[in-house]
C-alpha cells in the first residue's frame, strides 16, 4: 500500500524535527564540510554527531565523501538549502508579526494620558 502523500511529507518533516540536523544542514549549505569541523562547530559529542549524519545520509539528504582519512558530508542536492532559506523567510515573517504584536501590547500596558486643561468633569 502506498504512503498517502501528506504523511510521507509529515516523516519527511519529522526526520528534519531536530536541532543538531537543522545545524548540520545549515553549516553543509557552503560545500562539503569535514566530520571534525562540523563537531568544532557544533559541539556535541562524536557518537551523538554521528547518530544525526547517519538519520541524514538514511534519508538521502546528505552523502559523505572519504579523502584518506578525512570523512566529509555535502548536502546531496540544492533543494534542502532552498527549503532552509524558505523556512529562515517565514520564520523572519512570523517573528516580526510576533514584534508588531509585542509592541502594540507594551503600547497597551502604559498608561492612559491624562487630559490636559481641567479635572476633566463636566
Known amino acids: 500500500m502506498q504512503v498517502p502523500l501528506y504523511q510521507a511529507k509529515a516523516e519527511f518533516f519529522r526526520m528534519l524535527g531536530h536541532p543538531v540536523r537543522i545545524r548540520v544542514l545549515e553549516l553543509l549549505q557552503g560545500g562539503p564540510v569535514a566530520v571534525r569541523d562540523l ?71 502604559l498608561p492612559l494620558p491624562v487630559p490636559q486643561g481641567g479635572s476633566g468633569r463636566t
Open 39 to 109: 563537531l568544532a562547530e557544533i559541539e556535541i559529542e562524536p557518537s551523538s554527531l554521528s547518530q544525526q549524519l547517519a538519520v541524514l545520509r538514511r534519508a538521502g539528504i546528505v552523502v559523505s565523501i572519504r579523502e584518506g582519512s578525512t570523512v566529509s558530508y555535502a548536502l546531496a542536492g540544492g533543494d534542502v538549502a532552498e527549503l532552509l532559506r524558505a523556512a529562515r523567510r517565514i520564520l523572519t515573517e512570523l517573528l516580526a508579526g510576533q514584534n508588531e504584536l509585542l509592541a502594540e501590547l507594551r503600547q497597551a500596558d
